[in-house]
């Protein structure tokens, strides 16, 4: 593909791997405790989920979404 049919702004591109802040929802591995864990700097939403299980192994991510 020529340049010049790329996309701008494509997943290959320098933008898409800007970091950026998630809240990730977590579950307690043996009980129903739910709690919301801030990232500070992930590249899209399956880099915070991996960020947070590091941070907290005792919970599993659920959902990542930008945090405000």
């Avoid at 701008?8 to 129903?32: T, Y």
């Avoid at 739910?34 to 989920?49: L, Q």
Wanted: aromatic fraction near 6%; glycine fraction near 4%.
């Amino acid at each position: 593909m020529s340049g010049r049919h790329q996309p701008e702004h494509g997943a290959d591109s320098a933008e898409a791997w800007v970091p950026r802040p998630f809240l990730v929802l977590m579950e307690h591995r043996w009980n129903d405790d739910r709690i919301k864990v801030r990232v500070a700097a992930a590249i899209g939403p399956r880099d915070a989920k991996a960020q947070a299980r590091d941070l907290r192994p005792e919970y599993v991510p659920l959902q990542a979404e930008d945090a405000p």
